[in-house]
C-alpha cells in the first residue's frame, strides 16, 4: 500500500516559483511615497525634535 502522501522531491511537481515583474507605475508610486515620507520627515520632525529637546520650557 503506497502513501497518498509523497515527498516533494519524489514528486517534481507544483514546486516551480516564478517571480512576478513589477510595473513601471507601481516602482512610481513607491518612489513618490518615499520622497514624500524623507521631505516630510525633514521639514516636520526634525524642528518638532529640536524644540522638545533644546528649548526649555
Known sequence: M??????????HQHH???GNRIPWYVRL???GFW???IA?????LFPAV?????EQP
Not at 516630510?40 to 516636520?44: A, K, S
Open 16 to 18: 516551480h516559483y516564478t
Open 29 to 31: 508610486m513607491w518612489l
Open 2 to 11: 503506497e502513501s497518498q502522501e509523497s515527498s516533494a522531491e519524489r514528486e
Open 40 to 44: 516630510y520627515t525633514i521639514r516636520f
Open 50 to 54: 529640536r524644540v522638545e529637546l533644546f
Open 35 to 37: 520622497v514624500f515620507a
